[in-house]
């Protein structure tokens, strides 16, 4: 069975609440962005990343190797709207499938830039 790349950096992350929409998957081991992107909460319900051209910063999260099925029948469905599918440049040069925000979101009430917080980890325990 085919499989992708899929870095999470959020709640389903291994203890997190939406940890669950990656059974089957496999964990390949925590990882990181390349510097090359800003990192928003959104109510401190969840984070989103979002490209930028300078000024962007590392964020931290996990990757995991998923099917198809697992991403089109379990982590998809629970996307909030403000999130899109694409694709991410690793810390090693490589890529990743991600969700990633909208641009559009980028100016909705409740969404703050958090990219210095350390990732989201960090950023919920600081709170």
């Known amino acids: ?3 992708l790349r899929m870095f999470v950096n959020g709640q389903a992350m291994s203890g997190g609440s939406l940890n669950a929409a990656l059974e089957g998957a496999h964990f390949l081991g925590p990882a990181e962005t ?3 992107y800003r990192f928003y909460s959104v109510r401190d319900e969840f984070p989103g990343l979002h490209p930028v051209p300078s000024g962007g910063r590392a964020v931290p999260g996990e990757l995991y190797a998923v099917t198809y099925a697992i991403l089109r ?3 998809l469905p629970g996307e909030p709207p ?3 599918l694409g694709a991410i440049e690793l810390a090693d040069g490589s890529g990743s499938l991600c969700m ?4 559009e979101s980028l100016t909705l009430p ?3 830039d958090i990219s210095d917080a350390g990732g989201w980890r960090a ?3 600081a709170r």
């Open 1 to 3: 069975m085919e499989t």
């Open 34 to 36: 390349a510097p090359r």
């Open 73 to 75: 029948d379990h982590l």
């Open 82 to 84: 403000e999130l899109e």
């Open 100 to 103: 990633r925000m909208r641009a």
């Open 110 to 112: 409740g969404v703050a």
């Open 123 to 125: 950023h919920l325990a």
